[in-house]
Each structure stands twice: as structure tokens, then as C-alpha cells.
């Protein structure tokens, strides 16, 4: 097969390569059931040692090769991002960082807000346009038994509103749905932050990795989430925000402002997917639901050039064919990497 190089890196079904996901840690302090069950992730769990992970020059050198193929967002994922020490020197770092047309890149970090009260400024300052929050529910007992290590709900509300105070360019809430834990938190959520120009996106209850204890019956439906919603504040579609934008967008007829939802399972969005993702320990993977990545840590601490890097990036996703979510059977891989070592 022919790699073709330059800022219009295309896979085998034309998708462009233009969203980084890089997670820089695989550790997280809370549990929940979705993503680290404490069953699974207990005290003695193994998590990868400080030199198993990408320094901040090794994230850089594989965001530049990201770059150079026409990457213009990057995300910063874990785990929970937060833990890991000094994460604002990688935001500048990152901050500095060009588009071939000399552009600055759309910098982005997902977080489950337990230190965003504390860090908000500071990444900011450091450069970071936006922020996501994770946030399953309003109500305390529900929340505490999700994140399920007590953690109270109020301290990540702070963290939302510090990064309020510091400025970002958008401030997201993601909720993921499971039945029979916090589906009937929907409508107190989307009225939380009704008017206050935060985007809440609910999620459907994803089969990532096999330790979550994924069900169908547990999922409920996008088309679901937005009607509970439509039929309390009433809604009209709108237009993506950008080309494989995740998320199916709905304006508040009222101009109240926006929600989202995405539905990886019941309208699978494959078919326009941009994004690749680069676990803690440097290995790529170009969909969420992988069972195996490829070993760009092994690249660069072997002495690889960058141009011998930029061709490694543009032979992996020259050769991508991944559709899982919309081949989701019986016949698809038992084994899936887990979220908290992909990243989201």
C-alpha cells in the first residue's frame, strides 16, 4: 500500500487523521463502575511504573508527528490527567506547537474534576483552551456511589466553577447514562447547566474493555436522553461543529444553550472518525475499542528521527480500516484495552 505522506493523511475508508488523544497517565483515584471497577482496580492493582510512561519530550515529539499530518486537536487523557505531576509544563510545551499554515493548536483535557478547583488557573494559564468534566449525577449518595470511593460532589462543582472563573474557551460536562444507576438524573443535569454556556453531552453506556460489566439492557438510548429532555425545555437540531464531531448537537429552543449527545452504540459515528489515541506508555491506537496498539515508545527511545516518526504515524493510519461500533456482534475481539489505559 502507498503511505501518503503530508496534512492530508487519509485511511483506507478516507478518514482523516486530524484529533490526538494522548493519555499521560493510566492511574485514577476514583473507581467507578463503568470504567475502573474497584474489583478489578484494587489496592494491589499493577499500574505502570513512572519509566514505563512517555516523558513530556517523547508526548511532544509524537504530537509534532501528529501534527506534520494534519492533527490540530490534542486532548489530554488518563486516567485521570490531573495526577500526573507537573501536567502544566506539558500544556506549555504543548502550547508551542504549530500547524504547517502556522496556526495554534486546539488544546483540550478531560478530568474527573477532583483537582480542577486547585489546577484550573494554572492550566490556563499554561495554555489549555478547554476543559471536560466528568460528572454522572447531582445527587450526592448517587454520585459517591458511582465514582465509588466516597468522593463528594460538591468539590468537583468547585472545580467547574474555577474553570469558570479562569477564562477557558468552552467548558464541557460529560455524563454517561447507565440504567438503573443515574438515568434519572438526565433533566436535573441539563437544568444545572441550562443558561450557564457549559455544554452537557450525555454518553452512552460504551462495551469498552471487558472488565465495565457491559450489558445492552444497561444502555440507555441517546434518542431517549434527548427526548426526557425535549419534553421539559424543547429542543431543535443543530449542524456538527466540525467534520466527525462526536456528538449529535441540540440547541434549547429558548436560547438557553446547547447539550449533546453521544451514541457510540445505538448510531455508530464510525464512518467519519479522526481521531487516534496514544496510551500512557506510548502505544498508538486508532480506535477505542482496539485489543492492540502499536509501540511508538519502542521508536523513540531507539533513536528514531522525527521524519522516521512521522512515517511510522503514516503507515499505521494509512493501513486503518477500524469500524467496531458499527460491526458491534458476536464476531467482534473478546479482548478490548481497557478505558483508563486508552483514555476516552
Given at each position: 500500500?502507498?503511505?501518503?505522506?503530508?496534512?492530508?493523511?487519509?485511511?483506507?475508508?478516507?478518514?482523516?487523521?486530524?484529533?490526538?488523544?494522548?493519555?499521560?497517565?493510566?492511574?485514577?483515584?476514583?473507581?467507578?463502575?463503568?470504567?475502573?471497577?474497584?474489583?478489578?482496580?484494587?489496592?494491589?492493582?499493577?499500574?505502570?511504573?513512572?519509566?514505563?510512561?512517555?516523558?513530556?519530550?517523547e508526548i511532544v515529539r509524537v504530537a509534532r508527528a501528529?501534527?506534520?499530518?494534519?492533527?490540530?486537536?490534542?486532548?489530554?487523557?488518563?486516567?485521570?490527567?490531573?495526577?500526573?505531576?507537573?501536567?502544566?509544563?506539558?500544556?506549555?510545551?504543548?502550547?508551542?506547537?504549530?500547524?504547517?499554515?502556522?496556526?495554534?493548536?486546539?488544546?483540550?483535557?478531560?478530568?474527573?474534576?477532583?483537582?480542577?478547583?486547585?489546577?484550573?488557573?494554572?492550566?490556563?494559564?499554561?495554555?489549555?483552551?478547554?476543559?471536560?468534566?466528568?460528572?454522572?449525577?447531582?445527587?450526592?449518595?448517587?454520585?459517591?456511589?458511582?465514582?465509588?470511593?466516597?468522593?463528594?460532589?460538591?468539590?468537583?462543582?468547585?472545580?467547574?466553577?474555577?474553570?469558570?472563573?479562569?477564562?477557558?474557551?468552552?467548558?464541557?460536562?460529560?455524563?454517561?447514562?447507565?440504567?438503573?444507576?443515574?438515568?434519572?438524573?438526565?433533566?436535573?443535569?441539563?437544568?444545572?447547566?441550562?443558561?450557564?454556556?457549559?455544554?452537557?453531552?450525555?454518553?452512552?453506556?460504551?462495551?469498552?474493555?471487558?472488565?465495565?460489566?457491559?450489558?445492552?439492557?444497561?444502555?440507555?438510548?441517546?434518542?431517549?436522553?434527548?427526548?426526557?429532555?425535549?419534553?421539559a425545555h424543547p429542543l431543535e437540531p443543530l449542524q456538527?461543529?466540525?467534520?466527525?464531531?462526536?456528538?449529535?448537537?441540540?440547541?434549547?429552543?429558548?436560547?438557553?444553550?446547547?447539550?449533546?449527545?453521544?451514541?457510540?452504540?445505538?448510531?455508530?459515528?464510525?464512518?467519519?472518525?479522526?481521531?487516534?489515541?496514544?496510551?500512557?506508555?506510548?502505544?498508538?491506537?486508532?480506535?477505542?475499542?482496539?485489543?492492540?496498539?502499536?509501540?511508538?515508545?519502542?521508536?523513540?527511545?531507539?533513536?528514531?528521527?522525527?521524519?522516521?516518526?512521522?512515517?511510522?504515524?503514516?503507515?499505521?493510519?494509512?493501513?486503518?480500516?477500524?469500524?467496531?461500533?458499527e460491526l458491534r456482534s458476536a464476531d467482534t475481539p473478546?479482548?478490548?484495552?481497557?478505558?483508563?489505559?486508552?483514555?476516552?
Amino acid at each position: 500500500m502507498a503511505v501518503q505522506l503530508g496534512p492530508r493523511l487519509r485511511d483506507t475508508r478516507g478518514r482523516m487523521l486530524r484529533d490526538l488523544r494522548i493519555s499521560v497517565t493510566d492511574r485514577c483515584n476514583f473507581r467507578c463502575v463503568y470504567c475502573m471497577p474497584k474489583e478489578v482496580f484494587g489496592r494491589d492493582h499493577d499500574f505502570l511504573p513512572h519509566a514505563m510512561l512517555l516523558s513530556f519530550e517523547e508526548i511532544v515529539r509524537v504530537a509534532r508527528a501528529g501534527v506534520a499530518h494534519g492533527v490540530h486537536k490534542l486532548r489530554l487523557t488518563g486516567g485521570e490527567p490531573l495526577l500526573r505531576r507537573d501536567i502544566e509544563t506539558l500544556i506549555a510545551m504543548l502550547a508551542e506547537l504549530r500547524t504547517p499554515e502556522g496556526e495554534r493548536l486546539d488544546i483540550a483535557l478531560t478530568t474527573n474534576g477532583s483537582a480542577l478547583a486547585h489546577k484550573a488557573q494554572a492550566l490556563r494559564d499554561a495554555g489549555l483552551n478547554r476543559v471536560t468534566v466528568s460528572l454522572d449525577s447531582l445527587d450526592d449518595v448517587t454520585f459517591r456511589a458511582m465514582n465509588d470511593i466516597d468522593f463528594p460532589l460538591q468539590r468537583v462543582l468547585d472545580g467547574i466553577r474555577a474553570a469558570e472563573e479562569a477564562g477557558f474557551d468552552a467548558i464541557k460536562v460529560n455524563t454517561v447514562v447507565k440504567r438503573g444507576a443515574n438515568e434519572d438524573d438526565v433533566l436535573g443535569i441539563a437544568e444545572r447547566f441550562r443558561g450557564t454556556g457549559v455544554t452537557v453531552r450525555f454518553i452512552e453506556f460504551m462495551d469498552v474493555g471487558t472488565t465495565n460489566g457491559w450489558n445492552l439492557d444497561q444502555v440507555v438510548s441517546s434518542a431517549e436522553i434527548v427526548e426526557r429532555i425535549d419534553a421539559a425545555h424543547p429542543l431543535e437540531p443543530l449542524q456538527p461543529a466540525y467534520p466527525g464531531e462526536t456528538a449529535t448537537r441540540w440547541r434549547y429552543r429558548d436560547g438557553a444553550g446547547e447539550i449533546g449527545a453521544i451514541s457510540s452504540v445505538t448510531a455508530p459515528f464510525c464512518g467519519d472518525c479522526t481521531r487516534a489515541r496514544i496510551s500512557a506508555d506510548g502505544k498508538l491506537f486508532t480506535c477505542l475499542f482496539a485489543s492492540r496498539g502499536h509501540d511508538l515508545r519502542a521508536l523513540l527511545r531507539g533513536g528514531c528521527s522525527d521524519a522516521e516518526l512521522e512515517a511510522a504515524l503514516a503507515q499505521i493510519w494509512g493501513a486503518r480500516d477500524d469500524r467496531y461500533s458499527e460491526l458491534r456482534s458476536a464476531d467482534t475481539p473478546a479482548e478490548r484495552i481497557e478505558m483508563s489505559y486508552i483514555g476516552g
